[in-house]
């Protein structure tokens, strides 16, 4: 009977969708790379600021049209549509354009959170003598 490698019993459990996914060690999460984050981080701080808030500022309008729009029965939002078409028309590629805007702000702020867990367990020694890690130095 072979023995399953030993995961250190601090290491930080990664698990994307699966519950029994092996746990991901300090040294792999630290090695994640996450996409738009590193594209957001390679500006300038008043860029990103100003990134961040113009998306921010139109999800937070489109998910006021959104909530209202979806306050309306199907007589009432049909009716709406017909009377403001001018406003609702570009709406919908507008609420495509602001879920977008939410995901790219959902990455940073799950990226940041697994970056600050990664530093949070080598300060509190989850990193120490990952002996079972080939990937630690």
């Keep these: 009977m ?19 996914s092996p746990a991901a060690t300090v040294t792999e ?6 996409g738009r984050v590193s ?3 390679s500006v300038t701080q008043e ?14 309008q489109m998910a006021v049209l959104a909530a209202g729009f979806l306050a309306m029965d199907k007589a009432e939002a049909v009716k709406k549509v017909a009377d403001q ?34 530093a949070l367990a080598i300060v509190e020694g989850a990193g120490e003598n990952d002996a079972d890690d080939p990937g630690a130095a």
Excluded at 47 to 60: C, H
Excluded at 90 to 96: E, V
């Design 29 to 34: 999460l630290a090695a994640l790379e996450f």
């Design 39 to 41: 594209d957001i981080a």
């Design 85 to 118: 078409y001018d406003i609702f028309g570009p709406a919908l590629m507008n609420l495509a354009c602001a879920g977008n805007d939410a995901r790219i702000l959902l990455d940073l702020i799950k990226s940041a959170e697994v970056r600050l867990a990664v």
């Design 47 to 60: 860029q990103r600021v100003e990134f961040l808030r113009a998306g921010a500022t139109r999800v937070y």
């Design 2 to 20: 072979t023995k399953k490698p030993r995961h250190k019993r601090k290491a930080l459990v990664l698990a994307a969708s699966r519950h029994d």
